[in-house]
């Protein structure tokens, strides 16, 4: 079918009213009109949407029996609780798939960073990784490599505007080898609205610069860990979203909790592999021009969701505020979120966070403003340094962000400053050579 089916969700998630496309799909999933919402993608977006208060949309899979379908789900929140619109509708067979294979959304699929691409396959996102290639063409930021008897696993999928899987390929302008995955994007009317998918690291190729190949420890702690680990946390959130239908409430509030500590173990893997790639003596960042507004604009998009769970404001630089500097733009985008991320979780809830800079001569900065409790100056350096959290506020981490931080600002002729004082809030300025 095509169009839109319209439906309702009450405040506590249950459906209470849908058109027959939507009643036949939360039937399928298990549930019915009057129970709680049995289809995780879209219960997902409609809670998404409830607790930010603001409008969510975006493209979905869903189970339907044997078969996929993509869908455009809008999720409108009001007094009442959230109107649903669903649109696409498109069906996708998918012959020899198992149960297993079908736990978790294609978008939560593993990837090192995130792309996406417009109907005219231009790229408009390049999540964290380097943002040089906004606005090319699709085909010419990355080398597509040829798969043997399978040939060219993208080239059937753009010319049928469908999902794909496995297209190794290089990055054109630095010659990192990716795995790439993407899905389709439709819009309301179900028309077809482009891509958003997923790259994975490969091992660097054997002529990479001794100075980005990842060293032997961190190739292992990536194959022994990163793998197994992201596939916990994908099981654990599907079983948290109810994907196989309702269960007990404390069953799926302790599946959320297992996919929380296995993202929390992901992200001190990713540290300990960046320590070992920043310590050794051959270290060198890329050295290009960019924009540090923009980058702060980036970072600040990237932690919006979670400043909204506490209800925090990220005043993020204007679209007109320009501050060129040099330094790997990747790598600068890794220490703002590291900054932004401290500054969140240290800000009372209803405060803001502010996004600064300016250029001074031969340097450009960009600070990051809180209103927490402040730094004693006699722990100005101790936050630094490896392993260091200063008290409970700074969560579970691996006490790595900063040092990291600071290692990355180093290396690419720079430094972070910090000013603060206890009950003053504090300020973590990057800086960097001026373009």
């Known amino acids: ?21 939507l009643v036949r799909l939360q039937e399928s999933a298990g549930g019915a009109v009057g129970q709680p919402l049995a289809v995780p993608q879209i219960a997902t977006l409609a809670r998404l949407a409830q607790r930010l208060g603001v409008l969510v949309s975006r493209c979905v899979i869903a ?5 996929d379908l993509d869908l455009w789900v809008e999720a409108r929140p009001d007094d009442e609780g959230v109107a649903l619109s669903v649109g696409g509708w498109a069906r996708r067979s998918r012959p020899g798939e198992t149960d297993a294979d079908r736990v978790h959304d294609f978008m939560r699929a593993r990837g090192d960073w995130l792309w996406e691409a417009d109907a005219e396959l231009r790229l408009t996102s ?3 990784a380097d943002g040089a290639g906004l606005g ?72 990479e610069p001794i100075a980005v190949a990842m060293d032997a420890l961190s190739a292992r702690l990536e194959r022994a860990l990163r793998g197994p680990l992201s596939r916990i946390v994908e099981q654990a959130e599907s079983i948290g979203a109810q994907a196989e239908g309702p269960m007990q409430r404390d069953y799926a509030e302790y599946a959320q909790d297992i996919a929380s500590a296995g993202r929390h173990l992901l992200g001190v ?60 733009s990747g790598r600068i985008v890794q220490i703002l979120v590291n900054l932004i991320g401290n500054a969140l979780r240290h800000s009372p809830e209803s405060t803001t966070v502010r996004v600064r800079g300016d250029m001074h001569g031969d340097r450009s900065t960009i600070t990051v403003f809180d209103l927490g409790p402040g730094i004693d100056p006699a722990d100005h350096e101790r936050v630094f340094e490896k392993f260091t959290r200063l ?26 400053v910090l000013d603060s004082a206890l009950d003053k809030g504090a300020r973590f300025t990057l800086v960097l050579p001026a373009a």
């Open 1 to 21: 079918m095509s169009g839109l089916a319209h439906g309702r969700i009450d405040r506590s998630g249950r459906l209470v009213d849908a058109e027959p496309p």
């Open 136 to 207: 090319q063409p699709f085909s010419r930021f990355f080398r597509f490599e040829d798969a043997g008897d399978d040939g060219l696993p993208i080239l059937e999928a753009l010319a049928t505007r469908a999902r794909f899987e496995g297209q190794n390929a290089v990055v054109r302008a630095t010659g990192e080898r990716v795995r790439l995955s993407g899905l389709p994007l439709l819009d309301g009317g179900g028309r077809f609205a482009g891509y958003r998918g997923s790259a994975f690291r490969l091992d660097a190729p054997a002529d």
């Open 63 to 67: 189970a339907d029996g044997m078969d």
């Open 391 to 416: 008290g409970p506020q700074d969560g579970s981490g691996s006490g790595l962000g900063l040092y990291i931080a600071r290692r990355l600002a180093r290396a690419m002729g720079g430094d972070i």
């Open 126 to 128: 390049l999540g964290v």
């Open 269 to 328: 893997v990713g540290d300990l592999v960046d320590l070992q790639a920043i310590e050794r003596d051959d270290f060198r960042p890329r050295v290009e021009h960019v924009d540090l507004a923009e980058l702060g604009r980036r970072a600040a998009a990237l932690l919006k969701g979670k400043a909204a769970q506490s209800r925090i404001v990220i005043d993020a630089p204007q679209p007109t505020d320009h501050w060129f500097a040099r330094g790997d």
